[in-house]
């Protein structure tokens, strides 16, 4: 199995290190490749150059869509299995031991992980309030999600018509696809 990680970013400089390497600590406990893609938005920082030390491959995508930056990574993605991450997060240790145990346990269509982003502002605090009831009413969390590459596909990847919460509305139709085929989203 081969891991594609998207991690769309607009000057990351100061985050996008430690999501790096959270990714690459994390892809020690496995056997599988990990592919780490990294897409600039618009980058004026360092951005590119750290994420060419860690050997991503990056993809360029200047519109301001975030739907549309995190495909475009997608389209440059040649694993399986795709998962996708914010740069200023951090992936856990044994996420790619535990994705993986959860689709061989083939009862998860996919997933996702609610993160604790690095920075915190009154901007992210307010998007966090509205878009709990979402989160509480769907039964999906937001922030690090997981999926076969053909599910990611069969649902359209993100919305990009979407100008804000192309991420929720990413798992709502990957638990939709999932039901249908007897699986479940896995939060």
């Not at 592919?35 to 750290?50: G, M």
Request: charged letters at 25%; hydrophobic letters at 45%; aromatic letters at 8%.
């Amino acid at each position: 199995m081969k891991y594609s990680v998207l991690v769309p970013a607009h000057n990351e400089a100061a985050y996008i290190g430690n999501c790096l390497q959270s990714i690459k600590d994390a892809a020690e406990n496995v056997t599988d490749e990990v592919e780490i893609i990294v897409a600039l938005n618009r980058c004026t920082d360092q951005t590119a150059d750290i994420a060419a030390g860690y050997q991503a491959v990056i993809v360029n995508e200047d519109r301001k869509n975030l739907a549309r930056i995190r495909n475009a990574a997608a389209r440059a993605a040649s694993g399986d299995v795709v998962v996708t991450i914010d740069a200023d997060s951090r992936m856990s240790s044994n996420m790619f031991v535990e994705i993986a145990a959860n689709l061989s346990a083939g009862k998860y269509i996919g997933g996702g992980v609610m993160i604790r982003p690095e920075r915190w502002s009154p901007g992210i605090f307010m998007s966090l309030l509205m878009v709990l009831p979402f989160l509480l009413i769907h039964r999906v969390s937001g922030g690090l999600f997981w999926c076969c590459r053909s599910d990611f596909e069969a649902v359209g990847g993100f919305n990009e018509t979407r100008v804000s919460a192309e991420d929720l509305d990413f798992a709502k139709r990957l638990k939709a696809h999932g039901k249908k085929r007897g699986k479940r989203f896995k939060t």
